[in-house]
């Protein structure tokens, strides 16, 4: 009997882009349920009756939240096919020290860098890019963050470049001009077809986010 997969999914979403391509990367079909995050689905507050946000990955009726859990859960789960944590535990661990890093600093940074102004503003870019040069350095000459192919750590961080031509036009600045070697890694990685279908061009986030700001 075939799985049944459904992904509760908010385009837009940097969370909900790492669990499609975690999927991806596994050949898992799946179904694709959008949300309106205004007007939450009974489905959606069934499924993640805690938080109530997206993504939720309903595996045959039973329900994962928080996507660096779903990721691992696909890797665990679809095991037979590119791995996206190492094996051994000392490198597993480092892949998810580095994953957990990425979500305590961009997304606050981001979202203050897009919300925020003046001085606020100019402290969050700072942040953000101190934060993008630590990845650089721990990326060094690697393909990427899993060595010679795409891993945990590539997975969760890769989504956010979507967002970052938002984050530099609200804020004014150039993230390629202070990480270029991030930005040539993000590049290699959407030349993988799992990343490429997962993810949603710049220009369709900062639509999303004018429009959330014509509401305010």
């Known amino acids: ?6 992904l509760l999914d908010l385009c837009p979403s940097a969370f909900a882009m790492r669990v499609k391509i975690a999927l991806e990367e596994k050949g898992v079909k799946y179904e694709c349920k959008q949300e309106d995050l ?4 009974p489905l959606l507050l069934e499924m993640n009756p805690i938080h109530k946000k997206v993504p939720v ?3 045959n009726g039973r329900p994962i939240s928080e996507s660096l859990i779903i990721v691992q859960y696909i890797d665990e789960v679809w095991n037979h096919k590119s791995p996206l ?3 051994d535990p000392y490198q597993r661990s480092q892949a998810l020290f580095w994953a957990d890093y990425i979500d305590k600093k961009i997304y606050d940074s ?3 860098i897009i919300w925020m102004e003046k001085e606020e503003q ?3 870019k700072e942040e953000l890019m101190q934060t993008l040069k630590t990845l650089e350095g721990e990326l060094g000459d690697k393909l990427y963050f899993g060595g010679e192919s795409m891993g945990y750590v590539d997975v969760a961080l890769v989504p956010y470049t979507s967002w970052f031509y938002t984050y530099e036009t609200c804020g004014n600045f150039s993230i390629e001009e202070g990480c270029p070697k991030l930005i040539t890694w993000a590049k290699r990685c959407k030349e993988n077809e799992s990343v490429s279908k997962a993810l949603i061009g710049p220009l369709e986030v900062y639509s999303f986010v004018l429009q959330l700001k014509k509401r305010l």
Do not use: F, Q, T
């Not at 009997?1 to 459904?6: F, L």
């Not at 205004?38 to 689905?41: A, P």
């Open 110 to 112: 981001g979202r203050r």
């Open 1 to 6: 009997m075939e799985d049944e997969v459904v």
């Open 57 to 59: 990955l309903i595996h």
């Open 85 to 87: 944590l190492p094996s």
């Open 122 to 124: 100019e402290e969050a």
């Open 38 to 41: 205004r007007n939450k689905s």
